[in-house]
């Protein structure tokens, strides 16, 4: 499941418009994250900084790891700064990036055991 499916699904489940989520957001968080870009994270392939998918977890009730638990992350050697599927690294926020180069990540993440297991820098 991708990142934009995840995030359209919990809003859907959860029967709450994109302004109602722009609301739990506020309330819950203190951020203020505009109704065009949340439409945004559900249609593309725009990827979140850290903040925002905890802020995301938040209104949903989640931790940032139930959050993305069923998104499929590419994996690879972020060594050479391959993610797999011949992406890199760079699709990735720098948070997360950040993360996966240093281990922090841990292989329970779905699809980054892999980056995290043949990293050569960490």
Known sequence: MQLKDRLGELRRERG??????????????????????????????????????????????????????????????????????GDTLAQYPPGLRALIVRGTVTPEWPGISVAVTKCKVC
Do not use: F, H, W
């Open 16 to 85: 709450l418009t994109l302004r109602a989520l722009r609301e739990r957001v506020l309330e819950r968080t203190g951020a203020v994250l505009s109704i065009s870009y949340l439409s945004e994270l559900e249609r593309t392939d725009a990827l979140p900084s850290l903040e925002t998918l905890a802020r995301l977890a938040r209104a949903y009730d989640l931790s940032p790891q139930d959050l993305l638990a069923p998104v499929d992350l590419p994996a690879g050697d972020p060594a050479r700064g391959d993610a797999g599927g």
